[in-house]
């Protein structure tokens, strides 16, 4: 597609329950970002997947926590048993090598 | 570690006036430099995209400089209007992932 694509746009959930955030990154860009960002914070870095490699998962909070992405494209993060401070905005970036990123418009996950 | 630091944090100017905002980086080995804005509740939109090999980018009333040795970066935004309002972060990549700084937010005043 023409740009980074994120959804739900949008997600609600009850604390202790599994939600799944999904990124579509643009086609042909190998690597693809997970970042986080509370209310009024700046952008907490989360997990990097770059082509083949292994993943960098040195941001990620907790091990509630895990990314996939699944043959070199679409992007799963997944947050298990989900809690209050968790609230936040999901933003999800992907780009070419060491070229400019592109973020997608972010998913809004609030925990009640 | 890279370390990103943006001066001032918080700007608010008159309408029309030109400005400037302040990006210091610990880490120059990178490859290029890029900055965004991000308006209030909203992704990052990409405003400028630096090569380290380049010392500045122009678009519009834009204009990004980029010195890589003393970890500097400038963006300069003419005849500000009250739509420039937003957070404007700077982004340097090095090998890998970017972090970010805490970015200016900016108001611009009609």
């Known amino acids: 597609g023409a740009g980074v694509s994120q959804s739900p746009s949008n997600k609600v959930t009850e604390k202790g329950k599994d939600v799944e955030l999904r990124c579509d990154p643009i086609?042909?860009?190998?690597?693809l970002y997970w970042y986080r960002q509370s209310l009024g914070q700046g952008l907490e870095f989360l997990i990097y997947f770059q082509g083949n490699s292994a993943p960098d998962k040195s941001g990620l909070p907790s091990d509630r926590f895990s990314a996939e992405r699944t043959g070199g494209s679409v992007s799963t993060l997944t947050i298990q048993r989900t809690q209050q401070e968790d609230s936040a905005v999901y933003l999800c970036a992907s780009s070419k090598t060491l070229d400019g990123y592109t973020f997608g418009s972010g998913t809004r996950l609030t925990v009640v | 570690k890279q370390e990103v630091t943006q001066i001032p944090a918080a700007l608010s100017v008159p309408e029309g006036e030109n400005l400037v905002l302040n990006c210091s980086f610990t880490?120059?080995?990178?490859?290029?430099l890029q900055w965004f804005r991000q308006d209030p509740g909203k992704g990052l939109t990409s405003l400028l995209l630096?090569?380290?090999?380049?010392r500045e980018q122009t678009s519009g009333r834009l204009n990004a400089s980029l010195d890589k040795s003393s970890g500097r970066s400038t963006l300069y935004i003419a005849a500000s209007q009250p739509g420039d309002s937003a957070t404007y972060l700077c982004?340097?990549?090095?090998?890998?992932?970017?972090?970010f700084g805490k970015g200016t937010r900016l108001h611009i005043l009609p």
């Open positions: 982004a340097p990549r090095g090998d890998d992932k970017i972090i």
């Open positions: 086609s042909g860009h190998t690597a």
């Open positions: 630096i090569q380290s090999s380049q």
């Open positions: 880490d120059s080995a990178i490859y290029n």
